[in-house]
């Protein structure tokens, strides 16, 4: 195992601590945080981080609903759209549109089924679809939704094989989305699925090697998708394996040094992938984070982030910086960011 040390650094602190909140890179090129988690309770604030000055601004504006385990999704005019979340005992079908140019919230119609632990993805046609998470008595869902910006609208689509939450998506190079993974039908799936947005199916293209959720996914330069980590039932997994759609197969590929679920992973500019943080055996949080070379499919340990991390969330900003923020420490979110 080799050793490969990134430079990290502490950057100003978010305004408000928070855990399983959401961030965006908007078109100007500063970051919108949102909701979240603080000192146990659920968040409706925003603010937005200015790299060139490493701060943060509390926008005077909040979002309509107090919101977590929500997402959001730059859509081609700039403006972020909030989907679903859930608050004190209630999941929310509620959606939200973010103006940065007015700093302004406005509600954008109801998702045709309250979710939280989904995902959403921007398509090429603008459009965004919702997938999975769970619904009213904790029930895992396969539908789908997709929104339209245009008019504003959500149209349920066609639905996945199998029900799912904490899932992950990527985008594959022809525009399909892979999804694996997650939790349903009372058990860890190892399925996977692709939708394809010009006929609006789904398809399932095999079972990885180990079901999973909690885990992460990365498209790679060369096409493939890297699956890592994350849990199977109270096992966590150090295993990694590859998705190539080109056979529509999974192979195994080098193994992680620490199990982990609830981290992070991104592709660098170096095409290598960076993993961070997670929970580990005994739901110990990690400090550490490693380098996956897709030449050698091979692991290499990249020192340690500030924090012990999990539920935070990395955005990449335009001039290729990692901007870290929040976490989780007994529940409680903290207001710790950091750059690499």
């Known amino acids: 195992m080799s050793l490969y040390i990134l430079d990290w650094s502490r950057t100003s602190n978010m305004i408000y601590s928070r855990h399983s909140h959401a961030a965006s890179v908007l078109q100007s090129g500063k970051v919108l945080v949102t909701g979240g988690y603080h000192n146990r309770n659920y968040q409706n604030n925003a603010e937005v981080y200015d790299i060139s000055t490493e701060t943060w601004t509390l926008l005077t504006n909040s ?175 150090n295993s990694a394996e590859l998705y190539d759609p080109l056979a529509g197969k999974w192979t195994v590929t080098g193994s992680l040094t620490y199990p982990r679920d609830s981290h992070s992973a991104i592709l660098l500019a170096n095409e290598k992938v960076l993993v961070i943080g997670g929970r580990t055996v005994e739901y110990i949080h990690l400090h550490n984070s490693e380098l996956y070379d897709p030449l050698t499919e091979t692991w290499s340990t990249a020192g340690n982030i500030n924090c012990r991390r999990d539920h935070h969330v990395v955005s990449k900003l335009s001039n290729g910086t990692l901007l870290v923020t929040g976490k989780e420490v007994d529940g409680v979110g903290e207001c710790t960011a950091e750059l690499y």
Request: proline share 2%; hydrophobic share 35%; charged share 20%.
């Open 63 to 237: 979002m309509k609903d107090r919101r977590i385990s929500h997402t959001l999704s730059l859509l081609s005019d700039g403006k972020v759209l909030v989907v679903g979340g859930y608050e004190n005992g209630k999941f929310l079908n509620s959606a939200e549109l973010y103006d940065p140019t007015i700093q302004t919230w406005n509600i954008t119609g109801s998702l045709n089924v309250k979710r939280d632990q989904h995902t959403a993805s921007l398509l090429n046609n603008g459009m965004v679809l919702v997938v999975g998470g769970v619904t009213d008595n904790f029930n895992e869902l396969s539908s789908v939704e997709i929104y339209d910006p245009t008019n504003k609208t959500w149209i349920l689509t066609h639905s996945m094989k199998y029900a799912r939450k904490h899932h992950q998506v990527s985008e594959l190079k022809d525009g399909k989305l892979l999804v694996t993974g997650g939790f349903g039908d009372d058990m860890v799936q190892d399925s996977a699925e692709l939708y394809d947005p010009s006929t609006k199916l789904w398809t399932t293209t095999g079972k990885m090697h180990h079901p999973r959720w909690l885990h992460t996914t990365t498209l790679l330069r060369n096409g493939k998708v890297l699956v890592t980590g994350g849990k199977n039932d109270t096992i966590f997994l």
